[in-house]
Every structure is written in C-alpha cells, then in structure tokens.
C-alpha cells in the first residue's frame, strides 16, 4: 500500500503549480480533499489502517482539514479491528490539532476503546461525555459483553435504565448475550419482559439475539416460539433458528427448517450452511456434515474457515484421508496455510488418519502457533504412543512461553499412560498447579490409567481413595480397563459396584467385568454378569469399523453381512485364517462368551469388524499400500494378534485406530509393544 500512498502524493504534487491564482488553488484544495477522503474511506473498508492514518498524515501536513465523518471512520476501522494502537493515535492525532471532540466523535472513541477491550480509556472517556446517547451506553455495553466481562455488561444495562435512558433495539442483544453467558435464565426472561415492553420483540434483530439466547440454554421449545411469533421472519432469523436446533444436537429439526427457509424464497447464505454442517460435525454425524459439505459446494456456496474447522474434524472422525487432502488443497489454493485454527484442524486430521509424520511437517511449517496448535501435536504424538517425542514438545512448548492450559495436560498425562512412562506422568502432574490450574476429574482419571497399564493396580486404588474430588464413572471405568488387563479379579468387584452405583445401565462395563471373569477361568462369575445384563434389557454397543476406499467410507459390523462384497471379504478372511494358522496362530477365545464350540468360537472372531475391514481393504487395494482402519471399541486381544500375523502375510503396514489410540501393524510387530 505504500506504492498507493506514493501515488498519491505524486499526483497531489503535480497538480501544484508555482503560482497559482486563488480560484486555482480552492480547486486544487478541493481535489486533494475529495480523493484523499476516498483514500481514507476505502481503505478503512479494506481494513487498511496504518495506510489510512499515512494519508491522514499528510492531510495534515498540506494543511487540509479533517471532518468529522472521516475521524468517525478511522475510529470505527479501528474498533472493528480491535488495533488499539491505531486508535489511540487516531485519537492522539484530534488532540494535536485541536480537533473539537463532540459528542459524536466522543461515542465512537468509547465504542473503538471498548471494543478493543481497553475499558480503562473506554470508561474515562465516557465519563467524561455529559448528555450520553444510547450510541455511548450501547458501545460499553457491547465491549463489556463481547469481553467476556458479562457482570458489567448487565450492571452497565441496570445503571443505563435507572438514568432514564431507554434502551433500543441495538441495546437488547448484546445484554442477552451477557444473559447467555453468565448462564442466568432468570436474567434472560427479565429482559425478555423488557423488550416486549418496549415494543421490539419483533424486530428482527432482537428476535434472533432472543432465539440464541434461548438456545443457549437449551430452550428450544421459547426459542420456537419466539421464532414462530415474527411477522417478519430473514436469513439471519431463520439461521438463528437452526443454529439453535443444530447446537442442541436436534440435527434433523434444523434440516428441515434449513429446506423449509428456501421453501420461503430465502437463500440460505455461508451461515446458515456452516450452522447446519457444524452441528451435524459436533454430534456424532460426520459423514453427513460431508455430505453437506458436497451439497453447499454444488449451491455455488464457497467455504470459509469456520466450514473448514467443521468438516475437517468430520474427516478425522471418520479417517477420510482422501477427503481430508482434498479440503487441504482447497486450503492451499485459498491461501489459508497460515490461519491458525485452519492449521491445527489440519494437523489433528493427519494425525487421526494415521499420518504424524506429515503433522508433525505442518506443525513446523506454522508462522506462529497458539496454545491449540501445540496440544494438537502433543496429543498427536500420544496418540501414536509416541511418548517421548510428545514430552521433547512439551518442553519446547515451555521454551517458546507458549502457556500450557488443561488440555495441554491431559494430552501430555494420556501420552505418557500409553507409552509407559510412569515417572514422566507425575511429573507432568506435579507441574499442573504451577500454572495456575485446578486439576480436574480428566487429569486424576489420566494418572489412574497411567498406573493402572503399569500393573500398579493398588497404588491406582489408593491414588482415588485420596483424591481430593469425587471419582466419576470414567476415572473408575480406566481402574476396572487396567483390573481386566491384570486379571484382578477381586479389586475388578470392588470397582465394579462404584461404576454400578454411578452408571447403572451401561452395558460396556458389565462386559468388561464378564471378560475379568472369563480370563480368571470364573465362569459362575460369568453367567452372574450375563443374566444381570439379560435381566435389565442391556445392550452392548456394536463393534464397528469402517475404511475409506475411493473417497467412500466403508462401515463394518461385528458378524455383518450387508456388504455388496461380503461373499468376497469372507472367502478373504478364509484364505488368512488358513495361512495366519500356517505361520503359528493359535486364536485365543476366552473372551468369547457365547455357549458355543471352539470352532463356533473362531467364527465368531473372524467375523469382529476390524478383520472385516481388513480384508475389504486387502480386496479393494492396490498390494504394497497402507491399510487404514478406525474402531469405535477397544481392539480384542485376538485381532491385535491376528493383524500382526496379516500385516506379515499380505506384506502391508495395517494401521488401526482403536478408541483409545492408533496401532501400526508391520512385519509382525506392534508400534505398541503390546502394551494398551
């Protein structure tokens, strides 16, 4: 933009001749004011501020006066901007020159101030305005509230009322949003009664701030009606609408009234399609957040960053890879490989779908990092059971003064659980209040788990008798993981009737307690848990695996047979069932708690999900590449045992991503070392 100022400066120049008559020069004055007004004015638009105050510089030096309009201008740039040192030297520059700062000028310093959070300047110039407009009230409002500083933002609202100043409808939605945060319904509905008695709970604006609100807490049903009560109803209504249903996990409802606004002669615009995508991302429905993703594009609708850091997470749910690169040269060719957010969706996409080492290539790559950046690394590298690269991370997270927060130690403490490195954890631990942080039921269930995988069954027993906060379901459910993979049987009772006080009706962990019993050989034990599961009507969650193949994610279910290829996967698994036993696999069934024979038994094993993936990806793959697979289980004790004899056989790497972390299956080995 330097360029455009020189420019500039040389046509004012020329323009200067070295005499002039005084009609002349009040023409020429008048040029220069009229295209240096239209410099500033549009690159104020552009966001150009250091180039806009360069052109308000030499205004100045020419002698030609600023008006107000143009002061407002900078001022308004430079709040929506958030550049308070731009401002305050917008705001110096009035003072040199003994610009007149009415009341106009006055509200639009507090508004620039307050929106860039400098509320010390923002509150002295308000202070010092008499005969305050709502613009003034209405901008410490908005600051307060868009801050995070929610309690002034409604004092502010109560000292604004009790002056006789009346609110307008500029007013009302930055206080509910204070409302919302403060998560105070009973303030929510006192407002509401105030915007009926004001006449404005029609106005469009307020109607949506009402309907986000209400959806904040999860009153959709107010929300409806606030929405079904508009005579008048636009784009940003309707969005509110479904962002609100889409927020709630009411996926389908937002659908319909996503359909319904086009049946209203309303085109859904790149908020209403990122609302939509967003909630189906964020509920469990990746596969159809993509889905839409497809349809939005075919809309002519081109995606932005908050599409991108929807769906990309969609395809690390679902290990798209091929999804995930083509999102990534999408990135690429919007010039967005230096945001951030973008950034660290990406890593975290690579890394779920197997590929660390090109995370870890992006993660160097970054200009700058945030906290958010480095934990998606670290817990990248846990993952992986990549242990020790994720605490040499961490140090050079500390090196950098990049501020670790409490996910930061969560993923530090889960790396450490899955790479066995106990002395590491308490470490990692004792460091968490040195930061000013609280250590929460995650951090206490991540140090159980870590001493529960280590064997240290009872030290992990002790470490929740003292902890200094009730242990939940979860953190008892990592002790009673660590009993079955130990076989105590008795601390695995003790445990289990925690868990049953807690969480009654979760099938998973009477499972797991079964498996106890079985690999114990207490088959009375057995029979107790499976009439109990019997007797309450509980159902076990499937085994399911799935595969991208061709840009198509595949789905498998324990013994499934939906597949249009399943005659083919089965004859595959047939042929490795008859070369895995050649090479010396025996198949372990303990954990088979059907009343079947040992042959029955081995049927059943061949036919979990990961081993149905498998050999669909044998059968649908070029031979030598890499075989992706994601479970939404634990991984058996057999299939682990099974894909190391596969990976050897068929020569491929076999990569599976389990709940709890990734194993890289090749030439027999485990990346785990068998220890998960």
């Given at each position: 933009m330097a360029s455009a100022i020189r420019k500039t400066t040389t046509s004012i120049a020329m323009k200067m001749p070295t005499k002039r008559s005084d009609s002349e020069?009040?023409?020429?004055?008048?040029?220069?004011?009229?295209?240096?007004?239209?410099?500033?004015?549009?690159?104020?638009?552009?966001?150009?501020?250091?180039?806009?105050?360069?052109?308000?510089?030499?205004?100045?030096?020419?002698?030609?006066?600023?008006?107000?309009?143009?002061?407002?201008?900078?001022?308004?740039?430079?709040?929506?901007g958030k550049a308070l040192t731009q401002g305050k030297q917008v705001h110096a520059h009035m003072l040199k020159y003994g610009v007149e700062i009415n009341l106009f000028l006055a509200a639009n310093l507090v508004s620039m101030y307050a929106n860039s959070g400098s509320f010390v300047d923002?509150?002295?110039?308000?202070?010092?305005?008499?005969?305050?407009?709502?613009?003034?009230?209405?901008?410490?409002?908005?600051?307060?509230?868009?801050?995070?500083?929610?309690?002034?933002?409604?004092?502010?609202?109560?000292?604004?009322?009790?002056?006789?100043m009346v609110p307008d409808k500029f007013t009302f939605p930055f206080v509910l949003k204070a409302c919302a945060a403060l998560q105070s319904l009973t303030h929510g509905f006192e407002i509401h009664r105030c915007i009926v008695k004001s006449g404005l709970e029609s106005d469009l604006f307020v109607g949506s701030?009402?309907?986000?609100?209400?959806?904040?807490?999860?009153?959709?049903?107010?929300?409806?009606?606030?929405?079904?009560?508009?005579?008048?109803?636009?784009?940003?209504?309707?969005?509110?609408?479904?962002?609100?249903?889409?927020?709630?996990?009411?996926?389908?409802?937002?659908?319909?009234?996503?359909?319904?606004?086009?049946?209203?002669?309303?085109?859904?615009?790149?908020?209403?399609?990122?609302?939509?995508i967003a909630g189906y991302a964020q509920h469990g429905f990746p596969a159809e957040a993509l889905n839409l993703l497809h349809q939005m594009q075919v809309a002519g609708m081109r995606p932005d960053m908050v599409t991108l850091t929807s769906v990309l997470p969609a395809c690390a749910h679902l290990a798209a890879l091929q999804q995930?690169?083509?999102?990534?040269?999408?990135?690429?060719?919007?010039?967005?490989?230096?945001?951030v957010i973008v950034v660290s969706a990406l890593i975290d996409m690579y890394a779920k779908c197997g590929i660390v080492k090109f995370a870890r290539h992006l993660?160097?790559?970054?200009?700058?990092?945030?906290?958010?950046?480095?934990?998606?690394?670290?817990?990248?590298?846990?993952?992986?059971g990549y242990g020790k690269d994720a605490l040499v991370l961490f140090d050079l997270m500390q090196q950098a003064n990049a501020k670790p927060n409490r996910i930061t130690f969560i993923n530090v403490l889960s790396a450490c659980s899955h790479a066995g490195l106990l002395d590491e954890g308490f470490g990692c631990f004792g460091m968490i209040q040195d930061y000013g942080?609280?250590?929460?039921?995650?951090?206490?269930?991540?140090?159980?788990?870590?001493?529960?995988?280590?064997?240290?069954?009872?030290?992990?027993?002790?470490?929740?008798?003292?902890?200094?906060?009730q242990p939940d379901v979860d953190l008892w459910g990592a002790l009673l993981g660590a009993c079955k993979i130990y076989c105590n049987v008795e601390l695995a009772e003790t445990v289990a009737e925690h868990i049953f006080q807690l969480e009654p009706d979760d099938a998973g962990y009477y499972v797991m307690l079964s498996n106890v019993y079985a690999e114990a050989g207490?088959?009375?034990?057995?029979?107790?848990?499976?009439?109990?599961?019997?007797?309450?009507?509980?159902?076990?969650?499937?085994?399911?695996?799935?595969?991208?193949?061709?840009?198509?994610?595949?789905?498998?279910?324990?013994?499934?047979?939906?597949?249009?290829?399943?005659?083919?996967?089965?004859?595959?698994?047939?042929?490795?069932?008859?070369?895995?036993?050649?090479?010396?696999?025996?198949?372990?069934?303990?954990?088979?708690?059907?009343?079947?024979?040992?042959?029955?038994?081995?049927?059943?094993?061949?036919?979990?999900?990961?081993?149905?993936?498998?050999?669909?990806?044998?059968?649908?793959?070029?031979?030598?590449?890499?075989?992706?697979?994601?479970?939404?289980?634990?991984?058996?004790?057999?299939c682990h045992h099974a894909t190391k004899f596969i990976s050897t056989i068929v020569n491929r790497e076999i990569i599976v991503r389990d709940k709890n972390r990734f194993h890289h299956f090749k030439d027999g080995l485990c990346s785990c070392g068998d220890y998960w």
């Open positions: 020069s009040q023409v020429s004055t008048a040029i220069d004011l009229g295209t240096c007004l239209i410099d500033i004015g549009s690159m104020c638009k552009r966001g150009q501020l250091n180039e806009a105050l360069g052109v308000l510089h030499q205004m100045n030096q020419k002698g030609i006066s600023v008006d107000f309009n143009t002061y407002a201008s900078l001022l308004q740039a430079c709040g929506n923002a509150r002295n110039m308000f202070d010092k305005i008499s005969g305050r407009s709502v613009f003034a009230w209405n901008a410490m409002i908005r600051g307060y509230a868009i801050h995070g500083n929610c309690e002034e933002a409604l004092k502010f609202y109560r000292q604004m009322e009790t002056e006789g701030a009402l309907i986000d609100m209400y959806s904040k807490f999860g009153r959709m049903d107010l929300a409806r009606t606030v929405f079904d009560k508009m005579s008048q109803r636009d784009v940003v209504l309707w969005t509110a609408m479904i962002a609100g249903y889409a927020q709630n996990g009411s996926c389908d409802e937002a659908c319909k009234l996503f359909h319904q606004m086009g049946d209203a002669n309303l085109m859904p615009n790149i908020f209403s399609w990122n609302a939509l995930g690169k083509e999102i990534h040269d999408y990135v690429i060719r919007r010039g967005l490989e230096s945001d993660f160097d790559r970054m200009p700058r990092r945030d906290v958010v950046s480095w934990n998606s690394m670290i817990l990248a590298y846990g993952m992986h942080i609280t250590p929460s039921l995650e951090h206490y269930a991540c140090m159980v788990d870590l001493l529960g995988r280590a064997g240290r069954l009872d030290e992990a027993h002790d470490f929740i008798k003292r902890m200094p906060v207490r088959w009375d034990g057995v029979a107790k848990v499976r009439s109990i599961i019997k007797g309450r009507g509980l159902k076990k969650m499937p085994g399911c695996s799935w595969i991208e193949v061709n840009n198509t994610v595949h789905d498998f279910f324990v013994g499934g047979k939906s597949h249009p290829q399943s005659e083919t996967i089965y004859e595959m698994l047939e042929i490795l069932s008859g070369q895995m036993k050649e090479a010396g696999y025996v198949p372990d069934t303990r954990f088979v708690l059907h009343d079947v024979d040992e042959k029955e038994k081995e049927a059943i094993l061949r036919g979990h999900s990961e081993r149905l993936a498998i050999a669909f990806g044998l059968i649908s793959t070029r031979p030598g590449t890499p075989i992706r697979i994601t479970k939404n289980l634990r991984v058996c004790v057999d």
